[in-house]
């Protein structure tokens, strides 16, 4: 009746900082001989607060500084440009298409301005294919001469060492999110949730080719038409000429259509 399991949860429930003879006392006779050779190995609390094991979720150097640059909340005084211009973020998607394939979709998103750079889109990503979008944005970076510090990926099998070395080569520092967390990379899924809700959930895709060619377009709507809110985001001023303040007059307004009028984007009439 009185076996190791039930007198081990029985002298759980007495408090630790009591010695062996004083639970000897208050257990019954077959517990106490139990318990008095139990808490002979057990440690007290305070070796077992030593021996504590850190939480693997424990944010690490770059992922606080990241959280810190967040938003171009330090700027430069020179430039103006705060420290989280200088953060990209990646992730893939994928959608369904008619013909029962699912493409994937790889991109990166500027956290500061919010725009996005379409990588590619393949049915089968592998770490080799994931490699050379990679070469070819940071060749893109060189040539327009952007300077980014910092990348934010999840732990996807897709992203290799190799991955890592091309953006190493350009200066590129690459910060890990942990396991299961997509709060850590909230601007990244923030847009994949948004060019589904608006773009790709709503249409009937074809295939890869199809796919692309939507998403150039509605890219070139999300980049350039469509307005973005946050902290620090450079917004178009109200003083704006091309900024059409309501009430709206007849004829002052001209709608133009997107992606079959899709999204609509409207702008001063000539």
């Known amino acids: 009746m009185w076996g190791s399991r039930r ?158 070395a091309v953006l190493a080569a350009r200066g590129i520092d690459v910060l890990l999110t942990a396991p299961q967390a997509l709060r850590m990379n909230a601007i990244a899924e923030r847009f994949v949730r948004t060019v589904r809700a608006e773009c790709t959930d709503r249409m009937l895709i074809g295939g890869e080719r199809h796919l692309r060619t939507v998403l150039d377009r509605y890219l070139a709507h999300y980049n350039g038409g469509r307005s973005h809110q946050g902290a620090g985001l450079s917004l178009r001023a109200p003083d704006d000429p091309n900024v059409i303040p309501f009430p709206v007059r007849a004829g002052r307004a001209r709608r133009k259509p997107v992606l079959g009028g899709l999204i609509n984007e409207y702008e001063a009439a000539a």
Not at 10 to 26: C, F, K, L
Not at 49 to 60: C, N, Q
Not at 149 to 157: G, H, M, T, V
């Open 7 to 164: 007198a081990s949860r029985t002298v759980g429930a007495v408090h630790t900082s009591r010695s062996p003879a004083t639970v000897t006392r208050q257990l019954p006779g077959p517990v106490a001989r139990e318990s008095t050779r139990i808490m002979s190995y057990t440690a007290p609390p305070a070796r077992v607060a030593e021996r504590a094991v850190p939480s693997p979720y424990a944010a690490t150097p770059g992922q606080r500084a990241l959280r810190r640059d967040a938003g171009g909340r330090d700027q430069a005084p020179e430039t103006g440009a705060g420290e989280g211009s200088s953060n990209l973020a990646m992730d893939f998607f994928h959608v369904g298409c008619a013909l029962l394939t699912r493409p994937y979709v790889a991109f990166v998103i500027e956290h500061r301005t919010r725009r996005v750079h379409l990588l590619g889109v393949t049915r089968y990503p592998t770490s080799t294919w994931a490699t050379q979008p990679a070469r070819d944005f940071t060749a893109d970076l060189e040539q327009t001469r952007h300077r980014f510090r910092r990348l934010l990926r999840d732990r996807d099998a897709k992203f290799t060492e190799a991955f890592d």
